[in-house]
């Protein structure tokens, strides 16, 4: 049977991973390691200048699971490396409260442990849904479908395989499943965050702190991308790369005038 392992950025007692512990119970021999505290917006944060500390822990219905002191990559750095006494044949990341669209596969710390996962040669999907349901859909109703979607990702996975150096990351409208209109494979979308607004104050000593204020995102929600899809209610499926070369422009560059800089032969 394999073996997933299931981790998060929102921290080991987080719904959303609970959900996609017990989702995943019925395609492998699922262990959790999780951090022990929220790391939203952590991006691919690795611990290297001091220990870290993997304790046994109890989810919310009992299960046993282990949470980490370090960042949500460092959780699937340590199972690669055996802390666990197990080798993952496939890491899942989720279920995240607030998506993972567009840009925001840079900053978020769901995405970057199934990166870290593809970076060690383990398949990685990540999976998130919004902060807020509509309607009168409950979360957990939204958490459960989302699990369930991601269980159907993992046996594809687990039986085909993904191409090297891709991950799969999954966004799942936060609607009642009868409003969800199927499953859309999709590009990195459109999606831009306004100045972040700076709030300034003074501590009880009169020295300023400041805030980065939450902007919400300005999205284009175009046919084919990951942020259309998720407004127009469809699941979103997007196979995403480690490499980030913009290979279209690689001759162009070369095309320009590197002069200030002589190769060593010119300079001796």
């Known amino acids: 049977m394999a073996i997933i392992l299931v981790t998060n950025d929102d921290g080991v007692h ?22 022990e505290r929220n ?4 991006s691919h944060a690795k611990t290297m200048h001091k220990p870290l500390r993997v304790t046994p822990v109890k989810l919310a219905d009992g299960t046993p699971a282990y949470s980490s002191s370090g960042s949500p990559t460092d959780c699937v750095a340590l ?7 197990v080798m993952p044949d496939l890491v899942v990341s989720g279920v995240n409260r607030g998506y993972n669209l567009g840009v925001d596969i840079t900053y978020s710390g ?36 989302a ?10 996975v687990l039986a085909r395989g993904l191409p090297a150096k891709t991950l799969l990351n999954v966004n799942v ?10 499953i859309h494979v999709t590009r990195m979308g459109d999606r831009r965050y306004p100045l972040e607004e700076l709030v300034t104050r003074d501590d009880p000593w009169g020295r300023p702190y400041y805030w980065l204020g939450g902007s919400a995102p300005v999205d284009v929600p175009d046919d084919g991308t990951d942020v259309g899809a998720v407004r127009s209610g469809y699941i979103s ?20 005038d590197f002069a200030a800089v002589q190769p060593r032969a010119e300079q001796s």
């Open 14 to 35: 987080s719904p959303g991973l609970l959900a996609l512990r017990q989702a995943l119970t019925s395609v492998g021999e699922v262990t959790v390691l999780a951090p």
């Open 39 to 42: 790391w939203s917006a952590g």
């Open 79 to 85: 199972a690669a490396g055996g802390v666990l006494g």
């Open 110 to 145: 769901t995405v970057a442990c199934a990166m870290e996962a593809t970076i060690k040669g383990i398949p990685g999907i990540a999976v998130s849904t919004g902060f807020d349901v509509e309607g009168e859909t409950e979360m957990a109703e939204v958490l459960a479908l």
């Open 147 to 156: 699990g369930r979607v991601a269980g159907q990702l993992a046996e594809q």
């Open 173 to 182: 409208p936060a609607l009642a499943p009868a409003q969800i209109g199927g």
């Open 237 to 256: 499926v997007t196979p995403v790369t480690l490499d980030m070369t913009n290979h279209p422009f690689v001759e162009t560059l070369a095309a320009w």
